[in-house]
């Protein structure tokens, strides 16, 4: 158990339980990777779109649009500030659209994020492990690690999955390196950017010239083509905006105080943020970088060419591909921080397995991290670990659970506050909730045919699947459920029934433990082939040291079986039996033989074990089995 | 059940025994085949040592070498007649040696003939599928083919391993066809063979060229150089004998009178085994063909020169190589008409596990089938389906085989009949004994290095296996044995003890049921939260209606888990409650929930089952378990 103790940490104790709470400084990483890692390809999703227009589209429209970007996250900021301070033990979207709007508007928040998470981690991974591939592309292993793509996204997973399991606490320390270099390095090209293009009145030389925009950029479009155009810009750049949630989903996991320290937390990360979405946006325009077509034999991403302008393609370049290729891999930490909280919020209101109610060893919820890794793992196996067939399912989910989550604050301030304080609560949640709404709806209408309908297809499959749950254990409520105190009347002694081959040490011990039961002892002996060899000893073996002591006899039933079967005969007999005596239980004596090592198993056979799963699934309330084993 | 009946054949009921039992003319294929067909690559084993003598050496030595090993076959012939007759219920080489030898002796055969029907199953399949292979070798399926070799192995052994397990009857009618082609066609080409060299005075035209004999061939060789090739060359002749001992060992699938019917077709095999062994090596000889280095690119089998020098390469040709294909990959059979008969009797002297003796739904011994299957499949895989490499692992437990079954039929007569009579039937198989003994020696010393040692460790591997099995069955029927008669004398109610969560139907249920068997119950609680809901209600649900009804009180245990496990503090409880009343039997009771649908178990925990595993791995003989369930 060494190794196991190394690889999991320690079993920690129930009262060791505040060691697994975090720091906002730790908070950043664990909760942050995800928003933090977005802006290494929002920007360069909106400016793809922007191709056709050139540099002037570029020029005209890309700061526009991030702007739109920007006032959205930070609307979304001050509605998820009141939403931490309302909901200190964790305000998912679950919870509040759940509370406030009904089970069923938390049941789609509930499914809508269970899809994001999955894709969070699956798309982090798999960006990671694409932009480490396309690192490499020109060298000779290019090819090589391209065909083992997916086993990469895999084993990454793995070693995510190795370090939750392990606690969250430790997690934050192994995620900081990453996140400190990833924003280090981006704000250090931002800061030298935007210094060189102020000093030289906004023509800053690049020291690696920009790939030239397209030949002949369409200056001219339709009013609402263009319109159309932008939306879809607008849609695509949203990308940037997933993971906002992660802060007000994880408060418990802070220190107290838990809402001031989410909140320093989310404001830290939302700051960086949006820093880093305008700073990489002004670079862009004032290097006049554009997008490259991503099919392109020459395609770089635009952060690439970015960096490669203000720096040149020296030591500094490849640290900051290098810190922007783990950043991602580990920004799928955050849905593994995460699910798991999320998972047992919603298996507490019965529509998940309960299991996921469960602490593990190391005080987390194991089973949620389990669920996770599996599921992303299915993803990757199934995208075979390529990001862009997974980018277009993505976003729908988190705003779906913005929507619904800010819509819920309203009504929870409409509900708990009186008429004049609340006024301005309600008001910064529903523009949170109309504003995300409206972006939903944009996102639903220009991403659909590419994916946007699976996500779609899924959320109700997800919220069917919750309520088949929650209708089973509500009914096992129903049915177990006992306000009444013991009843101890009509308690008559059971019928024995005990399956007998022959006369030996461990039938001898059941035949006693039956005869202490009841006096009504039935002894089933199933004979194939005529032989009888227990009807000759019966006699003396058993009737007359019973008829000595004065007790009931016991009866022995030989029981005929023409196709060598022993258990179906005995099943038979049982179930006769339970007709003939209605009214009184069954126990059936399995004498079972425990032998020492596994293998000796193998040398004897397992119709014991056949027939007491034969008795659960065919028996009812009134069959009881006993097992008596016999240890060698 | 419709589709698995059509697959596997509808059960036999035990009094429909003897319509499995088969007539000389249906055991021919089923006991026959892989004799016969070991006339397709006998020769051809021998005359490759001879390649370097040159077409001298196949006019000088080859009759001579097939003389020898027919001489030696029709020894055994006589032998084996002799065996039949003794042994009318099955006289395989390990009921022969271990009842006139000794147990050593059997187990010595039987672990020879395990391997040997094990390699007779792998090599009949591979030989087959190499030779289709071969055929395929130039069309541009070739590579493609040879791709799947192992898997087209598996293929063929899976079908064969169905078509068993309908039953021997059956099998018989199915593999008829491809015996009858390949004697047949072989018939014919010795035949017509025969009469051309005859009509021209020793010297046929060949309607197709033999391949030259090699250019320079060695005439000049020392003598005992030259007696190690030709001992070699025996030796591998020697392959063409294995097969032998099949009838022997499957005397009670025959009809009756069983003995003579047997014997009729030991003699047809034999027979047509010694025509075509002699008369492929007279036409061999008479056009001149000598054997083709394996490796060599232009590479045919000796069998496919001699027909195409005596008919060319036209119609004929082809179904006589397709029937040698055919009738190779059928010769697997015999080793499973075989294998689970000689299983069957290992088992009966408990050196085998028992479920070789249950005669299954098709009244066959199908768990011998599932061995035979299983271990040919390892076989295949480990070797890739290559023949080459396990040709020098065969024979060599055939002919231990033969020597020890033909020394204990020379005990059999010594201690069965009187002097003047047993003289013959002693001399008769003292001569096979020795002969079969002195090839065993040949064999071993000239393969040794090529493989023999393969099967010289496993066999005393499988010895000592057996001798473990057999100590395990005899220390089991010690420790079990029971010749007395039950006793009645100390028997006191076990203490109860009754896991609880919370009270509900499903605990109310095991607490009457628990209060019938015995006044001492124990309900055991862990509380991992401090919650203690149980310790709420305890007085009103439990006590206050116990003590209404003047019964002994249940004491409600609350054990602490800090680790929040619940398993563990349980068992515990248990065994030091155990430890605490010796002598007393404790009866654990373990409320379990049945649910309707499979998919219902995700959504409970699996804890029942594990307590369950746990109290029969750490319990002991005065544990026992009472499963109380309850149906939804």
Redesign the interface.
């Known amino acids: 158990m060494k190794l196991f103790d190394v690889m999991f940490g320690r ?5 060791e339980a505040h060691s697994a709470q975090i720091s906002p400084a730790v908070g950043i990483p664990i909760f942050g990777l995800d928003g933090l890692t977005s802006a290494a390809y929002g920007p360069e999703a909106a400016m793809t779109l922007l191709i056709p227009l050139g540099i002037w589209g570029v020029q005209h429209y890309l700061l526009p649009i991030f702007g739109l970007i920007l006032t959205l996250l930070t609307i979304l900021y001050f509605s998820y500030r009141q939403t931490i301070v309302a909901y200190p033990n964790g305000g998912g979207s679950f919870t509040v659209a759940s509370e406030n709007l009904g089970d069923r508007a938390g049941l789609f928040a509930a499914a809508a994020l269970m899809i994001d998470y999955v894709l969070t981690a699956a798309v982090g991974i798999s960006a990671g492990v694409t932009a480490l591939v396309s690192a490499f592309q020109e060298t000779k292993y290019g090819p090589q690690l391209h065909q083992h793509q997916m086993g990469m996204c895999l084993v990454i997973l793995a070693a995510i999955a190795l370090v939750n399991m392990r606690g969250v606490k430790e997690t934050g320390f192994v995620f900081l390196v990453p996140t400190i270099l990833f924003v280090g390095t981006l704000l250090t090209t931002i800061g030298v950017g935007v210094f060189e293009a102020l000093s030289t009145h906004g023509h800053p030389i690049a020291h690696s010239m920009p790939p030239p925009p397209v030949d002949n950029p369409t200056t001219k479009l339709a009013g609402w083509l263009l319109l159309y155009l932008l939306l879809k810009a607008f849609s695509s750049g949203c990308a940037a905006m997933t993971g906002v949630e992660a802060v007000s989903n994880g408060v418990t996991a802070f220190k107290e105080p838990r809402s001031k320290n989410a909140n320093i937390t989310l404001t830290v990360i939302i700051g960086i943020l949006i820093i880093l979405l305008f700073g990489l946006s002004y670079v862009a325009r004032a290097y006049g970088v554009t997008a490259m077509d991503p099919n392109a034999t020459t395609y770089q991403s635009v952060l690439s060419i970015e960096v490669a302008a203000v720096f040149g393609r020296q030591w500094f370049y490849f640290l900051t591909m290098g810190s922007v290729l783990a950043a991602l891999s580990f920004s799928a930490n955050t849905a593994f921080a995460d699910f798991p909280r999320m998972a047992r919020a919603i298996a507490g209101k019965d529509y998940l ?3 996921f109610l ?2 593990g ?1 190391r005080l987390l919820f194991s089973h949620g991290i389990y669920a996770l890794t599996g599921l992303t793992a299915l993803i990757l196996i199934i995208f075979r670990g390529v990001t862009d067939s997974l980018i277009p399912l993505y976003a729908i989910g988190a705003f779906l659970a913005f929507t619904l989550s800010q819509a819920g604050m309203v009504m929870h301030w409409h509900k708990t506050m009186d008429a004049p304080h609340r006024l301005i609560k309600m008001f910064v949640n529903g523009l949170g909730a109309t504003a995300t709404g409206v972006t939903l709806c944009v996102l639903l209408f220009s991403k659909f045919l590419e994916g946007a309908w699976v996500t779609a297809l899924l959320v109700p499959i997800l919220i069917w699947l919750m309520m088949a ?1 929650k209708r ?2 509500t ?2 409520r129903a ?4 306000p ?5 009347t009509g ?4 019928i024995v029934v005990i399956p007998m081959a022959n ?4 039938t ?2 059941a ?3 039956g ?3 009841s006096p009504m002892v039935k002894v089933v002996h199933v004979d ?2 005529d032989s009888d060899t227990l009807g000759k000893v019966w006699e ?3 009737l ?3 008829r000595a ?1 004065h ?1 009931a006899e016991p009866e022995l039933v030989t029981v005929k079986s ?3 079967t022993i258990l179906s005969p005995l099943m038979d007999y049982v179930l006769k039996l339970e007709e003939d005596f209605p009214g009184r ?1 069954i ?1 059936v004596l399995l004498p ?3 032998v020492r090592h596994w293998w ?1 198993n ?4 397992q119709r014991v074990q056949l027939l ?1 799963l034969l008795l ?2 065919k ?3 009134r ?10």
């Open positions: 079993p920690l104790a129930s009262d397995p309960h299991v469960l602490r060893r749950v089973h254990y009914r096992v049915e177990t459920i006992d009444t105190p013991l009843r101890l308690l008559e002694p059971p006369w030996d040490k461990v001898e011990k035949m006693r433990f005869m202490l039961m194939s082939d003396e073996m058993v007359i040291p019973v002591s007790m023409s196709f060598r239980k126990a079972e033989l425990v000796e193998l040398l004897h056979g007491k659960l699934l028996g009812n309330q069959i009881v089995v006993v097992n008596i084993p016999w240890y060698l």
